[in-house]
């Protein structure tokens, strides 16, 4: 069965300094997706990206960053230079194809919280 | 604008009583989840739907009933039978269930039950 790990319960640093999340997961399938949502203090889980288990290539967006390795199943998460509006519960999942459904679910990790302190 | 609206942002029963959660979308999505979490906990599956009139249980499915009567609306009922409802329900829509679309979330329903 599908699992997402995430062993880091709670994170606390100081605004500017760098932060990495962590996820492993677990899969049989071959074909597979990985995502990070982020969800404030607000509850309402926001999207940040998707990666499919094809493509191992890092991604960089603003202060955003993602390290994707399949020989570990590892999807990880840096924050550069955080802020205070980063204060936020970050979840990892993963999505797999069903042979028993027509389509596929998400199975989430149990998240970290992250505080950026000023 | 485009979203998923939940109501209400709090709600308050007495034991006993079912309880129904709002969840619209206009997003013209096909597929509709109900998620369930519990505080320091990771959100787990109720309820999902890949297209109006037909709908599969999740992981925990007990205690809990829904329906897709339009495309738009995907309502959760919380009845007597859950033994423990107290928790934060998100509502979630995807273009289709298929692979690798991205799940879009409501903004919850907090549910408290004494």
């Known amino acids: 069965a599908q699992k997402v790990t995430q062993a880091q319960t709670e994170i606390s640093v100081v605004e500017k300094e760098d932060v990495t999340l962590d996820c492993v997961y677990e899969?049989?399938?071959?074909?597979?997706?990985l995502f990070w949502y982020k969800q404030p203090p607000s509850g309402e889980l926001v999207f940040l990206i998707r990666?499919?288990?094809?493509?191992?290539q890092n991604e960089i967006s603003g202060r955003y960053s993602w390290n994707f390795q399949k020989s570990t199943s590892s999807f990880n998460f840096t924050i550069t230079a955080s802020q205070v509006v980063d204060s936020a519960v970050y979840f990892c999942?993963?999505?797999?194809?069903?042979?028993?459904?027509?389509?596929?679910?998400?199975?989430f990790g149990e998240g970290t919280q992250l505080t950026v302190n000023p | 604008d485009g979203g998923i609206t939940q109501s209400p942002k709090y709600l308050f029963r007495k034991e006993g009583q079912n309880v129904t959660l709002s969840c619209e979308q206009n997003l013209n999505h096909d597929a509709m989840y109900w998620y369930r979490q519990d505080p320091g906990q990771g959100l787990r599956l109720i309820y999902y739907s890949q297209i109006v009139n037909d709908f599969q249980k999740g992981d925990i499915a007990e205690g809990y009933s829904v329906s897709r009567e339009k495309k738009e609306s995907f309502p959760l009922t919380v009845t007597s039978a859950q033994k423990n409802p107290t928790a934060f329900y998100l509502c979630a829509s995807s273009i289709t269930q298929g692979i690798g679309y991205e799940q879009y979330f409501g903004p919850g329903t907090r549910l408290t039950v004494t």
């Open positions: 999942a993963l999505s797999e194809a069903r042979e028993e459904t027509s389509g596929s679910r998400l199975t």
């Open positions: 990666r499919n288990s094809f493509d191992e």
């Open positions: 899969t049989r399938d071959t074909t597979y997706y």
